[in-house]
Nanobody, 122 residues
């Protein structure tokens, strides 16, 4: 499966963005999907994951209550709605796919998109 993340941009603190991750090659419904981010000078970290059906999600504590992960398997797309953005959310955001569990470790994800940059100004 090939993944393409999009929707990043420059916003002010408190604003919202919605990231999209479009899949091609295979249906996104075959995969558990995850979102990760990498801030400048930092390691990539887990943000969210969602089951194949979308019935269950899991979030990093740092985004819980502000970010929502969803999916539309008919459109072969997964989303990350980001509300109440803060400067500390500035990072390149990646979507990734796996076939088991709801892992929070990047090593568990076999397929990765190219990343989209989110910049939050104060």
């Amino acid at each position: 499966v090939q993944l393409q993340a999009s929707g990043g941009g420059l916003v002010q603190a408190g604003e919202s963005l919605r990231l999209s991750c479009a899949a091609s090659g295979r249906t996104v419904g075959s995969y558990i999907m995850g979102w990760f981010r990498q801030a400048p000078g930092k390691e990539r970290e887990f943000v969210a994951t969602i089951t194949r059906s979308g019935g269950s999600t899991r979030y990093a504590d740092s985004v819980k209550g502000r970010f929502t992960c969803s999916r539309d398997n008919a459109k072969n797309t997964v989303y990350l709605q980001m509300n109440s953005l803060e400067p500390k959310d500035t990072a390149v955001y990646y979507c990734a796919a796996t076939t088991y569990g709801m892992p929070t470790h990047e090593a568990a994800y076999a397929y990765w998109g190219q990343g989209t940059l989110v910049t939050v100004s104060s």
